[in-house]
């Protein structure tokens, strides 16, 4: 069974930074590019950045670009999201998602969400 | 990369059918194949619905169904059940491997 577990959420002042996490199990990680999907309380859902299978590629929404970094660790398993400079409207529920592995452009299995609240 | 548009809301009696609409641009629906649907539930992770615009993944309802013409997409959902109630979200690949999502529409059976 496909399992995504975000962790790191939590409250954290304007400016500050955070580290999210994502413990993947029940498939092989390395053969699925990843992403991030936030959505802000009572709002729809937006793409944040995902990540190529060996991690070499990365894409990002024009809103987080320089602020964000997604990275992985395909030895453990995990998908990481370092959030700094962090405003406001970066308050959300952030997903796991993984992406299919035979080019249909989707988010296939999603996580439950880890929320992270900027405190202005 | 704005947010595809979706009615906010959408409503049906049980039985009856409706369908979503989510309209993109030229650069994002109207030059991909794939539109993507998810099903949210209140305080749940979105589950994938359809896929490529028609296809439906292993274990979805066949009362789902998905189109696509020009730089709208659509969802029907036909037979319309209490456990359809539900927040929907279209998706769009565009381009250089980002996506845009739809605005959502709150699915309520009356």
């Known amino acids: 069974e496909v399992q995504l577990v975000e962790s790191g959420g939590g409250l954290v002042q304007r400016g500050g930074s955070l580290r999210l996490s994502c413990a993947a199990s029940?498939?092989?990680?390395?053969?699925?590019?990843m992403s991030w999907v936030r959505q802000a309380p009572g709002k729809g859902l937006e793409w944040v950045a995902n990540?190529?299978?060996?991690?070499?590629?990365?894409y990002y929404v024009d809103s987080v670009k320089g602020r964000f970094t997604i990275s992985r660790d395909n030895a453990k398993n995990s998908l990481y999201l370092q959030m700094n400079s962090l405003r406001a409207e970066d308050t959300a529920v952030y997903y796991c998602?993984?992406?299919?592995?035979?080019?249909?452009?989707?988010?296939?299995?999603w996580g439950q969400g880890t929320l992270v609240t900027v405190s202005s | 990369q704005s947010a595809l548009t979706q009615p906010a809301s959408v409503s049906g009696s049980p039985g009856q059918s409706i369908t979503i609409s989510c309209t993109g641009t030229?650069?994002?629906?109207?030059?991909?194949?794939?539109v993507s649907w998810y099903q949210q539930h209140p305080g749940k992770g979105p589950k994938l619905m359809i896929y490529?615009?028609?296809k439906r993944p292993s274990g979805v309802s066949n009362r789902l169904s998905g189109s696509k013409s020009g730089n709208t997409a659509s969802l029907t959902i036909s037979g319309l059940q209490a456990e359809d109630e539900a927040d929907y979200y279209c998706?769009?690949?565009?381009?250089?491997?980002?996506?845009?999502f739809g605005t959502g529409t709150k699915v309520t059976v009356l």
């Open positions: 030229s650069s994002d629906v109207g030059s991909y194949k794939f």
């Open positions: 998706c769009s690949y565009a381009g250089s491997s980002t996506y845009v």
């Open positions: 490529e615009g028609s």
């Open positions: 029940g498939f092989t990680f390395s053969r699925h590019w």
């Open positions: 990540i190529r299978l060996d991690g070499r590629e990365k």
């Open positions: 998602a993984r992406h299919d592995d035979s080019g249909t452009y989707i988010f296939e299995y």
